[in-house]
């Protein structure tokens, strides 16, 4: 589909960005030393799940910037991909990051130690206000981007996570439960593991040249069989060049007496009408120089 590619939107969504990432890493630096001071591991776990939204926050930016470079000879397909790119590294590590919490809390669990439960409540508290305000700065942009939309996600979650720290603190605070801590530890980590599986396999799926999931391939292929001067469809790739932008390629065999230029134009035309693909590569092959043994993949 058409993409509007003024930089003034992508110039304010930067903006947004960079003032999500500025709050985040504050919010980290106070959530550490805060949870260092209270002895609270669900503090510091909390901290750490900020720490990768800001760095993603920082990588999504920057892949932002470099999505935005026009095609040249060294990346002859733009570089759009960037994004697609920085979600798999986002995702990656914090799958990373709650495997390690989940092991820092079985150690806590093991051998307890004493938690201050007032300082806990109160830098959670203010955790979920930034992590709100986080999350209300992106939200807009995430409906377009994987990138923002796993940052949103986090910062959702960071929020999620933030009122569960308040929880264990109250409970600390009025029944001394030491247990809570590295329960709730492994409740976010659980939660980071959760959203990280579930995004990182739509930008896997880009990156490994899958089809879309709108329009399919037999979709595509049907359209095309079913137009006038075709005979038949073999050899079709259809792919998602980048999260917003599919591609097709085909060999396309034309009845007898068809123009080859102009068949080729009317399937062009269709495929951009129908199903919104602007990039298109099509072989026009007869029937008696078509491929030998045709399948319709591959």
């Not at 130690?113 to 959670?124: L, Q, T």
């Not at 896997?204 to 006038?228: K, R």
């Not at 001067?229 to 097709?248: D, K, P, T």
Request: net charge negative; hydrophobic share 55%.
């Amino acid at each position: 589909m058409p993409h509007d590619h003024s930089h003034v939107p992508d110039l304010k969504g930067d903006r947004r960005v960079a003032w999500a990432v500025a709050v985040n890493i504050v919010l980290t630096l106070v959530q550490i030393a805060a949870g260092v001071v209270s002895g609270s591991l669900a503090l510091v776990a909390d901290a750490v799940h900020n720490l990768g939204d800001a760095l993603s926050l920082v990588i999504a930016f920057a892949a932002r910037r470099i999505g935005r470079r026009p095609p040249d000879a060294s990346m002859t397909f733009g570089y759009g991909r960037a994004e697609v790119v920085a979600a798999l590294m986002n995702y990656t590590t914090l799958i990373v990051i709650a495997v390690f919490l989940l092991a820092e809390a079985v150690q806590r669990a093991i051998n307890p130690s004493g938690v201050e439960g007032w300082i806990v409540v109160v830098v959670a508290g203010v955790a979920l206000v930034i992590d709100t305000l986080t999350a209300w700065l992106i939200h807009g942009m995430s409906r377009d981007s994987m990138n923002i939309r796993a940052a949103f996600l986090h910062n959702l979650a960071d929020a999620m996570g933030s009122l569960a720290v308040i929880v264990a603190g109250t409970l600390i605070l009025l029944y001394d439960w030491r247990l809570i801590d590295p329960l709730v530890t492994v409740m976010i980590a659980g939660y980071i593991l959760f959203h990280a599986a579930k995004g990182i396999r739509p930008a896997i799926h880009v990156l490994m040249l899958g089809s879309p999931d709108s329009p399919t391939l037999d979709e595509v292929a049907g359209v095309l069989c079913d137009m006038d001067q075709i005979e038949g469809v073999h050899s079709v790739h259809l792919w998602r060049m980048q999260e917003h932008e599919n591609a097709f390629q085909a060999h396309v065999v034309m009845a007898s007496g068809a123009d080859a230029m102009t068949l080729r134009a009317q399937i062009k035309d269709k495929l951009a009408d129908r199903f919104g693909i602007l990039h298109a590569s099509i072989e026009i092959e007869t029937a008696s120089a078509q491929c030998r043994d045709p399948g319709l993949i591959g």
